[in-house]
């Protein structure tokens, strides 16, 4: 067997880890230091509000997706299968009853605690509202639903963001002050939303930094990472305004040096430029990225990294609107958006980020990003005249990752790139 | 009455419904020149439509009728079977009829399933019916009467007869009258199963879907006046049972007709969920569009679709006991994420109270039903030889 290459990290990486460290070990001692936890989803999570009620953030997804890239789902997931969860569902809910029935030891190894409250933002996925129906039947603890409303008209209305305010003001506030005890601050909410949006210029500083020739970034692999803190538990704080601030010195520099995307296997070569759609398959994630990286595939944008929030088209946090600020930040998440909406943004970073083409990992879990991916793959292929390509995996669930099939696909995907540049006399590397 | 004509009007209501061409619509365009809306199941505010003038038209796929050749390629294998057919049909110019599709929200492939319909039919009228999941009268219910105002809106737009109150009352008068005459034989059913075997009973609740309301009462009346003179029926010793999770993709009419067959009274079951979604009568007094919004707050069933406040798996538990039924089918489609991810649950509750139950899956296009049956028959047996519920 093969010695593990060690990963190289810069000290901003250094620093998330330090960041989500921390953040785990005070969950952990909970019983000890008195804190209260408040488990909710990514999309549409209402960090800023958690952190005024000093309520620290669990999120499943994030639980399921760590343990898919630490090996752990093919017993979580075998061990909810045999309670008699179907085999058709999603793999994230399957991982996180399996993890929840083997201990609820979280992604540092330690022991989450029970929630205090389960805050269901309901937002762009179906399955959040049964798998937090099936987590309340594990806890039996308090549980408030936010109905976030989809965008299937293609915009936000006033009516639906009074909806979503009206239901934070009379529904979400009140059980978070009586799950924390505390009374409902708005100039402490403030406080977190400007650092929010302070953090949110840095991280779409980074992204765009993808538009350059040669990408210093990989904007879907490497940006999963650039998104964690944003994502999760940390939006608001100081610590992610740090992060973000320090990341994107390290990219410009990198982009003043002229240098590509750092791997785990090293720098790449940027030879293809690509647009991701859909998840990662994080149980093999080093991998597909391995698998890029040696064809010179460098993902210059991604969907994924907007399904916690979408930035790069002008939203901040805004401050002096707290909550319709968080109504439209839910309403604005990735799988929020109508399908029509979604082939229009991947349509425009196509030709944003100069790609080659673009690809869509098509996850069997999720069926919020999976169904109509096909027809995306159509659309943005007539719109923008690049080829698509097409792989097919899932989220945590390993029985259904094939490498050699994908890898066969994504040869031949890069192979048809080459030979189009080929025929119209433009070199690798440089469409 | 006689015997041939129950069976002729069941055959009509089998032939109506399976008409996937949508006959029976184009007939009612031509006659009254009125707009013909379809929804996808399990819910649309058909009153609304009604008191405009327009014909709600249901689609709920195409069973084992249709072969899928376009349809399968927008879909990848892990997704449900009723989109594939939905959009054959669409493209075979079946739903050419229909000047526009409702997407109620079911899931995500359903919702998704509306975006691909605004980008492959721009002229027609499509919405995504985003039903609310909060059920307070001042949020929920107020969000989901904007709704309705706007769809209405769009629905004039495109020469429907602008909403007026006093036809929504009527139109609600007349959707009353439906939900008694369907409760009214389900009823019946519940009473003594061999005068309402579910495979009548489900091609004459399908037929509603394709005809106007008013007709669809008379068919209904019709049936049970038939159905309650037919002394040929008497009662067998089968076992009852509560079949759950076919409320949106529909199995197809061989594999009830097989449940039936191998030894099942089905007492209640969740097909074709919208004739009796909402729980009792709407109310015809103050504001009607009010009342028809809060019909879906606060009165209509729960559903794996909907956000459960309340413990779950006590309604099926209350089906069952309300039916007198010894045990219960999950029989859910493949890849069917309300339906799946509720079982769980479901069962749990089942099995806290000790009611028996069996599962199996089936698409709308399942052909083989053999092990289905030999399932079912011995699930049957047990119910009868052993159960103490």
Redesign the interface.
């Known amino acids: 067997m093969a010695t593990p290459v060690a990963a190289k990290k810069d000290a901003s990486q250094d620093r998330q880890k330090r960041m989500i460290a921390d953040h785990y070990g005070r969950l952990s001692r909970t019983h000890l230091t008195g804190e209260k936890n408040c488990y909710t989803y990514v999309p549409g999570n209402l960090t800023e509000l958690l952190r005024t009620f000093d309520l620290l953030p669990v999120l499943p997804e994030i639980n399921a997706l760590q343990s898919g890239m630490r090996g752990k789902t093919r017993e979580y997931i075998a061990a909810a299968e045999k309670?008699?969860?179907?085999e058709?569902?999603?793999a994230y809910?399957k991982s996180d009853i399996g993890m929840i029935s083997s201990g609820n030891v979280g992604p540092t190894g330690e022991r989450l605690p029970p929630p205090d409250l389960l805050l269901?933002s309901?937002t762009g996925?179906?399955?959040f509202?049964?798998?937090f129906?099936?987590l309340?039947?594990k806890y039996k603890c308090p549980i408030v639903?936010l109905?976030v409303?989809?965008q299937?008209?293609g915009a936000i209305t006033p009516?639906?963001r009074?909806?979503v305010v009206?239901?934070l003001k009379?529904?979400v506030i009140p059980i978070l002050e009586e799950v924390s005890g505390k009374k409902y601050d708005e100039d402490r909410l403030r406080e977190h939303l400007v650092r929010s949006a302070a953090a949110e210029d840095d991280l779409v500083a980074v992204l765009q930094s993808a538009k350059h020739r040669p990408s210093p970034i990989d904007a879907y692999f490497g940006g999963v990472y650039y998104i964690g803190p944003m994502f999760t538990a940390f939006r608001g704080t100081q610590d992610a305004v740090e992060y973000y601030k320090e990341l994107r010195s390290e990219v410009e520099a990198r982009m003043a040096q002229g240098k590509g995307p750092i791997t785990p296997e090293g720098e790449i070569v940027e030879k293809y430029r690509v647009v991701v759609e859909g998840p990662p398959a994080w149980t093999h994630f080093r991998e597909l990225w391995k698998m890029f990286g040696d064809e010179g595939a460098v993902c210059v944008a991604s969907t994924y990294t907007k399904v916690g929030g979408t930035y790069d088209f002008g939203f901040r946090h805004d401050p002096a609107h707290p909550l319709e600020t968080l109504a439209d930040y839910c309403m604005g998440c990735y799988t929020n958006i109508?399908?029509?909406?979604?082939?229009d943004m991947i349509s425009r970073y196509v030709e944003e980020y100069a790609a080659d083409g673009f690809l869509i990992n098509?996850v069997?879990s999720c069926?919020?990003f999976?169904?109509?991916?096909?027809?995306i793959l159509r659309?943005v292929e007539k719109r923008t005249g690049r080829p698509g390509g097409f792989i097919?995996s899932d989220l945590v669930d390993a029985r259904y990752f094939s490498a050699a099939n994908i890898k066969n696909r994504l040869e031949s995907y890069f192979q048809m790139i080459a030979q189009k540049r080929a025929a119209t006399g433009v070199a690798v590397g440089a469409s | 009455m006689t015997t041939s004509g129950l069976k002729d009007l069941v055959a009509g209501a089998d032939a109506l419904y399976r008409d996937y061409r949508l006959g029976s619509v184009r007939a009612w365009k031509e006659r009254t020149g009125g707009l013909a809306i379809g929804h996808m199941p399990v819910y649309a505010p058909r009153e609304a439509l009604h008191a405009m003038g327009v014909l709600p038209v249901g689609i709920m796929g195409a069973s084992d009728d249709l072969e899928i050749i376009r349809g399968d390629a927008y879909y990848q294998s892990y997704i449900c079977h009723i989109p594939r057919s939905t959009i054959e049909l669409a493209l075979n110019g079946s739903l050419d009829p229909l000047d526009g599709m409702l997407f109620p929200a079911i899931c995500d492939v359903i919702r998704n399933l509306s975006g691909m319909w605004k980008m492959m039919f721009k002229d027609k009228l499509v919405r995504y019916l985003d039903v609310p999941q909060d059920f307070d009268r001042a949020r929920g219910a107020a969000f989901w009467r904007g709704e309705i105002v706007s769809l209405c809106a769009e629905l004039a737009e495109r020469g429907a007869k602008p909403l007026d109150m006093e036809a929504l009352r009527r139109s609600i008068a007349v959707y009353n009258d439906h939900r008694r005459a369907v409760r009214g034989l389900y009823d019946l059913r519940k009473d003594e199963p061999w005068k309402v075997p579910t495979a009548e009973l489900y091609p004459i609740l399908r037929a509603g879907l394709v005809m106007p309301v008013e007709e669809h009462l008379a068919m209904l009346g019709a049936y049970r006046t038939m159905v309650e003179a037919d002394a040929t029926r008497r009662p067998m010793d089968l076992a009852r049972v509560v079949l759950v999770g076919s409320f949106c993709e529909q199995p197809p009419l061989g594999l009830i007709k097989t449940l039936e067959r191998s030894g099942c009274y089905i007492v209640d079951d969740d097909f074709v969920q919208i004739h009796r979604f909402i729980l009792g009568d709407v109310s015809t007094e103050g504001d009607p569009l009010d009342a028809l919004a809060r019909a879906f707050t606060e009165h209509a069933i729960e559903h794996p679709t909907k956000w459960c406040e309340k413990e779950k798996g006590a309604d099926l538990v209350d089906r069952v006991k309300a039916s007198g039924a010894g045990g219960v089918l999950f029989c859910a489609p493949s890849f069917c994420d309300p339906a799946l991810l509720d079982q769980p649950m479901a069962v749990a509750a089942m099995d806290r109270h000790s009611i028996p139950w069996t599962a199996f899956k089936y698409s709308e296009n399942t052909g083989q039903f053999q092990v289905i049956r030999e399932q079912a028959g011995t699930f049957a047996d047990s119910i009868q030889l052993w159960s103490t519920v």
């Open positions: 309670e008699g969860h179907s058709d569902v999603c809910v269901l309901y996925c179906f399955t509202l049964k798998w129906e099936l309340r039947e639903m109905h409303p989809y299937g008209e009516s639906m009074k909806y009206d239901q009379e529904k109508n399908l029509p909406g979604r082939v098509s069997k069926k919020s999976s169904a109509g991916q096909l027809m659309e097919e």
